[in-house]
């Protein structure tokens, strides 16, 4: 979906290294999310946000840190990558529906590969 | 606990012939239950969801799902299957009752449709 971006589209890094994945969306929502996606296990939810000042852990998020910089921007920071972090990264967005009825809408995603 | 599974990593069905993806769900209440197509390169697609009301929902390009409550699932269906329908397709559920703000995703289901 063109209005959720994420970039890189793609990083290599390797081990120790810090790196911050970034996404954008313009469908003014105010929920977002960001995933990670490895192969045979679908997506886990790594943190969430409900609004600048609402940041929220998900199911994984231990190696991982968020800043919400502004409504439309959600970053994503490994402190220190390792390689089982290698995946498909996807921001995603929803509205505010507030009882789980929302639709998500997902960016191209961002494959990273720590070495 | 909640929990959405995808039992076949792969579904094969030839073009012009129906197809069927299969989903079932673990959900202590009444669940929401969504599905997604990956196509290569790109972030999850919204097919279709079922909060409500009919049991038979229709989604985008001629998807259709079935919620049946007795059997705990919700499988994706199509009369006519395209070449184009090859994708991954990923169900996912929210429990509404204990935390609707996270999806479960299930592993995903590769579907093939040949010529």
Redesign the interface.
Known sequence: ?AD?TQTPRNRITKTGKRIMLECSQTKGHDRMYWYRQDP??????IY?S?DVKDI?K?EISDGYSVSRQAQAKFSLSLESAIPNQTALY?C?TSDDSG???D???????TRLTVL | AQSVAQPEDQVNVAEGNPLTVKCTYSVSGNPYLFWYVQYPNRGLQFLLKYITGDNLVKGSYGFEAEFNKSQTSFHLKKPSALVSDSALYFCAVRDPMHNFNKFYFGSGTKLNVKP
């Not at chain 1, 639709?103 to 995603?109: A, D, L, R």
């Open positions: 979906d959720v045979g296990l679908g997506l886990r939810l969430y409900f929220n998900g996807f995603a009882v789980g009825t639709t998500q809408y997902f960016g191209p995603g």
